[in-house]
């Protein structure tokens, strides 16, 4: 695995022309032997991490949950990779895109500690859940619980596949503010039934940020003969975790958000047993029915962004999974600390305990709706956020990225103390 400082050392000299430095002191004084809780709060160095990525000037981003920015290695990386095949056309399609597919498989399946033949490379979660909800051989009457805060499009797909096959959605009203873990548990396994085929769960539930105990209610299910599958779009590169912490059967995510990889790459990863047994999403017969790759059926698409996916995953470990998971918090926290007393406001994120919350937060200020809190921080301020007006969570979305700075975080305190007084 690549250091910080080799990291850093390689970034300068690549002659891809991005320097991480101002000058040499900074790497001379530069000491990655920090303890990690001084790496979190060293400004000087997230400084020169805000470096790598072009940051907009003319406002505030706290917006990167919909799909981060990628750091201007991995773009330069990326556009290099998209010129060439543009160049090479239908020779790089015929002669080496089975090689560069492949080099992605094994360099994710590495980082998830998976095995390769039961990742498939998608382009994004929803296309990786409906390979799962219109594949399953549902049988009329089976039943599938899902929680009140899952994505939207997974939610339709459940929806789809309940209209055409007849099976049944049963919905675990999870707290915003559990009480303890047990709480959100109970949530799911108390639904649990003989008719049960699938729980599906959201490991880092996008409203809110709220961290869901997924090890614990997958071993629950399966010692009830329930198949698990997780959306992990946003546990990905957030959180420090790979595939066995999960103990699920199916999981699902994008690489465009907190791996900061190009758009279009996401991945279906699946235990072998349960691969022949699914239908893919497009017709394939190319592969054998218990070959991953059956899922990849796609038609043509843009290889290079696959590519990319080993260049993201270099950046992403030399700065760290823990190191980043704990800054990502701290940003959190840093902000909602500062404004969790103010007169109206309603913080709806769990911030209180680690293992529940990560860079996401959400927050709602009474006498304003989400979309009058999010126009307000936009045209007032110019800190551009995102609405959420959801049956079970009203506020505004909240997520700061490693490239976002303290500065920006005191403005966004500024603002809410104004609009909250």
Request: charged residues 20%.
């Amino acid at each position: 695995m690549i250091n910080r400082r080799t990291f850093i050392h390689n970034t300068v000299v690549s002659g891809i022309g991005i320097s991480l430095l101002e000058n040499n002191s900074w790497l001379e004084n530069y000491n990655p032997a920090l303890p990690l809780e001084q790496m979190v709060t060293n400004e000087k160095y997230w400084k020169k991490i805000r470096s790598l990525f072009h940051v907009p000037d003319n406002f505030i981003n706290l917006e990167n949950g919909y799909f981060s920015p990628q750091p201007r290695t991995t773009l330069a990386f990326h556009q290099q990779k998209e010129n060439y095949i543009n160049t090479n056309t239908s020779w790089f399609m015929r002669k080496e895109q089975e090689q560069a597919i492949e080099g992605a498989r094994s360099s994710l399946a590495a980082f998830l500690n998976c095995p390769i033949e039961e990742l498939a490379l998608t382009r994004n979660t929803t296309e990786s859940m409906n390979i799962i909800t219109s594949g399953l051989n549902w049988v009329k009457g089976d039943e599938v619980i899902i929680g009140n805060q899952d994505y939207g499009s997974v939610v339709s797909a459940f929806h789809q596949a309940a209209k055409r096959f007849g099976i049944i959605i049963r919905v675990a009203e999870i707290p915003l503010h559990p009480l303890n873990p047990e709480e959100t548990v109970t949530a799911y396994t108390k639904l649990f039934s003989s008719r049960t085929r699938l729980v599906h769960l959201t490991h880092l539930i996008n409203l809110t940020g709220q961290v869901v105990p997924v090890a614990v209610i997958s071993a629950l299910a399966h010692q009830a003969g329930i198949m698990v599958s997780v959306d992990a779009a946003h546990s990905i590169a957030q959180l420090k975790f790979t595939i066995p912490d999960l103990d699920a059967d199916m999981v699902a995510a994008s690489l465009h958000k907190w791996l900061c990889n190009p758009l279009g790459a996401g991945f279906l990863w699946m235990k072998k047993a349960y691969i022949k047994s699914i239908y893919p999403l497009h017709a394939e017969e190319e592969f054998a029915e218990d070959n991953i790759r059956k899922f990849e059926h796609q038609g043509t698409r843009p290889i290079q962004t696959l590519e990319t996916i080993a260049e993201s995953i270099k950046f992403h470990h030399a700065i760290g999974s823990e190191l980043k998971e704990k800054r990502l918090r701290y940003l959190m926290r840093y902000w909602v600390l500062k404004v969790k007393d103010l007169p109206r406001v309603k913080i709806n994120t769990p911030f209180e305990y680690d293992e529940r919350c990560g860079a996401i937060a959400n927050i709602g200020i009474h006498g304003f709706t989400p979309g009058q809190l999010a126009d307000k921080l936009w045209n007032d301020y110019k800190i551009f956020t995102v609405a959420i007006d959801h049956p079970a969570v009203k506020g505004v979305r909240i997520t700061p990225h490693i490239y976002n700075n303290i500065q920006e975080l005191d403005k966004l305190v500024a603002a809410l103390k104004i609009i909250s007084g």
